[in-house]
C-alpha cells in the first residue's frame, strides 16, 4: 500500500493543478467567488492532511518506541476548517460558503480517487 508521503505528494499535484484550473475559471466565469472558495477550502484541506500526515509520523514513532501517544492533532485540523469558513463568511465578497467547505473536502476526495486508482492498478 502507499504510505502517506507518497500520497501527500500526489495530493500536492493535485491541488496546483486544482488552484490552475479554480484561477482560470476565477478569471474567465461570472463565478468567481465559487472558484475562489473552493481555492481557499482546497488549500486549508491540504494543510489539514499534512497536520494529519505530520501526526501519523509522530503517532508511529511514539508506538515503536513504547510512549504514551497524546492525540493526532483533531483540535488543530478543526480549528483550521472554522478558519477557513470564517475567511468566507467575513468576506463574502470574494468567498462563496458552500463552496469553500466543499473545497476542505476536496483532499479527502482525492485520497478516496487515489486508493480506488491504486487498487485497480495493483489487483
Same mark, same amino acid.
Given at each position: 500500500m502507499l504510505d502517506l508521503?507518497?500520497?501527500?505528494?500526489?495530493q500536492k499535484k493535485a491541488l496546483f493543478f486544482l488552484l490552475a484550473l479554480c484561477a482560470l475559471g476565477w478569471g474567465f466565469t461570472a463565478y468567481s467567488t465559487?472558484?475562489?472558495?473552493?481555492?481557499?477550502g482546497a488549500c486549508f484541506g491540504t494543510y489539514n492532511f499534512w497536520i494529519l500526515v505530520r501526526r501519523m509520523d509522530k503517532f508511529d514513532?511514539? *508506538? #515503536?518506541?513504547?510512549?504514551?501517544?497524546?492525540s493526532l492533532g483533531s483540535a =488543530?485540523?478543526?480549528g483550521s476548517g472554522i478558519a477557513a469558513v470564517a475567511i468566507a463568511i467575513t468576506l463574502p465578497q470574494y468567498f462563496h460558503? *458552500? #463552496?469553500?467547505?466543499?473545497?476542505?473536502?476536496i483532499p479527502y476526495?482525492? =485520497?478516496?480517487?487515489?486508493?480506488?486508482?491504486?487498487?485497480?492498478?495493483n489487483n
Open positions: 508521503h507518497h500520497i501527500f505528494a500526489m465559487v472558484f475562489a472558495g473552493i481555492a481557499v514513532r511514539s *508506538i #515503536s518506541e513504547g510512549r504514551k501517544v497524546v =488543530l485540523r478543526f460558503t *458552500i #463552496s469553500t467547505i466543499i473545497g476542505l473536502m476526495v482525492f =485520497l478516496v480517487v487515489g486508493v480506488i486508482v491504486y487498487l485497480i492498478r
